[in-house]
């Protein structure tokens, strides 16, 4: 192991760091292709994934995410501006993707991997950023474009208290309450 220009000769406790560097002698020149193929990430990374119990926790997420539409859509109805109808829209949309993902996989038992896990908190950064866009996209007021939603839907989830929009005080009181709720 090259390691800041020192040569460490690895025994059964050395640990192999990030910015090492490693030589390998190997006896045999049958056996190169088996050590490159040791530090080579293949397809079968992927496959080594449970798919379908990552879309059965995903599933279920969006199902319970779908529920944050019922408040603004509440103060949409009862201020009757119409902005309930947005909500109404992500509400279904939401749930019903989430049902999707969850049912044709609600009987998968399979124990869960760390990278099954990563992969679960990355997708569900960026489908909870793309549901939490489709009210902003749907509603009259504020006019905004994909683009816009989804930046001020993760900025909303992020807390980052990053905007696009302006003029806020004529806003309506549901547009403004999802916004805090995000």
């Known amino acids: ?24 002698f190997v006896q045999e020149k049958k056996h190169i ?3 490159v193929s040791l530090f080579q990430v293949s397809a079968t ?4 994934m ?7 926790v995903l599933g279920l997420l ?17 201020e009757g501006d119409g902005t309930h109808l ?17 049912l044709p996989n609600a009987l998968i038992d399979n124990d869960l991997r760390i990278r099954d896990g990563v992969i679960i908190v990355v997708l569900f950064w960026l489908v909870l950023a793309i549901s939490g866009a489709i009210p902003f996209t749907l509603a009259a007021q504020p006019q905004m474009s994909v683009v816009d939603a ?8 992020t ?13 309506p009181s549901s547009i403004l309450f999802y916004r805090q709720q995000l």
């Not at 319970?64 to 103060?75: E, G, H, K, L």
């Not at 947005?86 to 993707?97: D, G, K, M, R, S």
């Not at 980052?160 to 004529?170: E, P, Q």
């Open 45 to 48: 990374f992927l496959s080594l």
């Open 50 to 56: 449970q798919g379908r119990v990552i879309l059965k």
């Open 62 to 78: 969006l199902m319970m995410f779908s529920t944050t539409f019922v408040p603004p859509m509440a103060i949409g109805w009862f």
């Open 33 to 35: 292709q088996d050590v």
């Open 1 to 24: 192991i090259l390691r800041d220009e020192q040569v460490i000769i690895p025994h059964h406790d050395t640990v192999i760091k990030h910015e090492d560097h490693i030589i390998l």
């Open 86 to 102: 947005p909500f109404i829209h992500a509400w279904y949309e939401v749930l019903l993707t989430g049902q999707e993902f969850w």
């Open 150 to 157: 989804f930046f001020e839907s993760m900025s909303g989830l």
């Open 159 to 171: 807390t980052t208290g990053a905007t696009v929009l302006t003029g806020l005080d004529s806003l």
